[in-house]
């Protein structure tokens, strides 16, 4: 029987038996099937894995880019099936629609998926929890890391970012750039603010090791941010580098320990802050950018052994001295290992073209993106492999179920109890007799405060960077009537009407919204209380403790500036 095959294979015509003898030949010297989903270590599976992919699909993975509007153009794909795009971000423009945001990732997916590489792609936000909630949609608003702060509780650390975790997920989003260890150094910082868990440096390091935990619980990869710290500043990287004048002792003690503590627990990624620290490296570089912080601080003297992801490499603080391509090749030599920016760059962009060529043409810069390359798939193979192959894709048919999450719901009207603060509890519970009028610049907490108090009148201002002439003339008015004048602050300006209060020698309260520091200009007999969301549930809470319907079981998490 074996002779007779020989027979016939002798007998096939040329073409065909050179086509045969091709075809055997080329199986014989194909590389293995890049197979994402097969177990084993996570750090060889990565190097294997990298040792199948071509240049391109190499430097593809460093990269994670952002679309615009709520519809991906067809250049994302093409990074995606061309280039082995490294992730995606969403931001608030992509998010407005839950549904529909969920059917892009699934989309986007099946595309990484369905490439000849099939390494699934990091999808990425910012939804910190209170101000910062760049998902939207259905998802919960929550009351946010300085509510964290002011109940002082771990427990509320790990499951709000759980649940927070458990939303996203849906949604088909793995990575959060979160949590936000900055601290609440300059109080009356606009870019930080509640964003912050505490001035205290060992609170923050205590409440964003638990939120990380509780990310992890929910499959969600956690990246502490913005290394190393964007405190002390009023200034925001979006516009201009900040320039922080802290000596390293400083540094280390105070802005370094959340982060100090993240590593010590393997947080698995930090996002690198463009701030610069002139008495600590000598020169204007952002940190982001400086070798000296991103590896021989970060991973050599802190032990960091994870991914390090930039911040938006288009802001200013990023390229105030560099163009984007300068700026890029920086920030992976300096030792970042993911560039994220708000846009999708060309295909033949000259950020592109030129870390294309330095690759192939410079073999230290070879190696240093292959060891990024590795990091950004071993992240994946961690936390993407245990979900399975659908697991990454979210299920558009249990979206309804799943987001908003109802227990998360429960638990965060929960922590904007334990969150509200009183600044004076003896002043409560806060009941004057006579006409309430009540001042704020939301319809939910009009409403709200309609309902704690009965019969009372409302007035509603814009809110903006300095308040209204005509806003305060027809507050005057409004007030004539009033006995009582409760009013809702947010930001300095907004004092403008408390100061009007006390002109027309009202009897005063105030609730404040996101960060307490306006109320570092309340007058003794004057109720106070900070909430530190704009959750309806947060004004709520406030309102309830101001009526002593509830405890005040929060304090302040940081010092009030005079």
Not at 33 to 43: A, L, M, N
């Amino acid at each position: 029987m074996v002779s007779q095959r020989k027979g016939r294979l002798a007998r096939l015509a040329p073409p065909i038996a050179l086509a045969l003898l091709a075809s055997l030949l080329i199986a014989a010297s194909s590389p293995p099937r890049r197979d994402f989903w097969v177990s084993g270590d996570s750090q060889a599976r990565a190097e294997a894995l990298l040792a199948n992919l071509d240049d391109e699909e190499v430097l593809g993975q460093l990269f994670m880019m952002a679309y615009p509007g709520d519809t991906p153009p067809d250049l994302l794909y093409s990074w995606i099936r061309e280039r082995g795009l490294g992730g995606v971000k969403i931001f608030g423009w992509n998010a407005e629609d839950s549904d529909k945001l969920a059917a892009v990732i699934a989309s986007i997916q099946k595309a990484a998926l369905g490439s000849g590489r099939g390494i699934p792609l990091l999808v990425a936000t910012d939804q910190e929890g209170g101000w910062i909630r760049h998902v939207k949609g259905k998802t919960s608003a929550t009351p946010g890391n300085m509510a964290i702060g002011a109940s002082g509780r771990p427990y509320d650390a790990w499951w709000s970012a759980y649940y927070i975790g458990r939303e996203l997920s849906a949604l088909g989003i793995n990575m959060n750039f979160a949590p936000a260890v900055d601290l609440a150094t300059r109080p009356r910082s606009t870019i930080i603010g509640p964003r912050a868990f505490s001035s205290d440096p060992a609170v923050a390091a205590s409440l964003g090791v638990a939120y990380y935990r509780g990310l992890a619980a929910a499959g969600v990869i956690a990246t502490a941010k913005h290394f190393p710290g964007h405190g002390d500043t009023d200034l925001d990287s979006h516009g201009v580098l900040p320039v922080i004048p802290l000596d390293e002792k400083t540094l280390w003690r105070r802005e370094l320990l959340p982060f100090r503590a993240l590593c010590d627990e393997g947080v698995p990624a930090i996002m690198s802050g463009h701030l610069n620290f002139p008495q600590v490296t000598k020169d204007s570089r952002p940190a982001s950018l400086s070798r000296w912080f991103m590896t021989d601080l970060l991973r050599g003297r802190m032990g960091f052994k994870g991914l390090a992801v930039t911040d938006d490499l288009l802001m200013a603080g990023a390229t105030a001295s560099a163009s984007l391509p300068q700026a890029s090749r920086q920030a992976i030599e300096a030792g970042n290992d993911l560039l994220m920016t708000s846009r999708i760059i060309g295909l033949e962009d000259p950020t592109w073209t030129s870390l294309l060529a330095a690759y192939r043409t410079q073999p230290a810069f070879k190696a240093r993106v292959r060891e990024a390359a590795a990091r950004v798939i071993k992240l994946k193979l961690d936390y993407l492999r245990p979900k399975g192959e659908a697991g990454v894709i979210p299920d558009l048919a249990k979206l309804f179920s799943e987001v908003p999450d109802a227990q998360g719901q429960a638990f965060f009207a929960g922590q904007a109890r334990r969150a509200a603060t009183a600044l004076d509890p003896g002043l409560l519970p806060w009941k004057p007799a006579g006409p309430i009028l009540v001042v704020a610049p939301y319809r939910d907490f009009l409403e709200a405060a309609s309902a704690a108090y009965p019969g009372s009148r409302s007035f509603r201002y814009q809110l903006g960077p300095e308040t209204r002439a005509d806003d305060l003339t027809a507050f005057s008015k409004a007030a004539a009537g009033a006995s009582a004048v409760l009013v809702c602050v947010q930001g300095e300006s907004t004092m403008a009407f408390v100061e009007a209060a006390r002109t027309l020698g009202k009897k005063l309260a105030i609730i404040s919204l996101l960060s307490p520091e306006p109320l570092a200009r309340r007058r003794p007999g004057e109720a106070a209380i900070a909430v530190y969301g704009l959750s309806r549930q947060c004004m709520e809470a406030g309102l309830s403790v101001l009526k002593g319907e509830d405890p005040s079981l929060g304090s302040l998490p940081l010092v009030l500036a005079p």
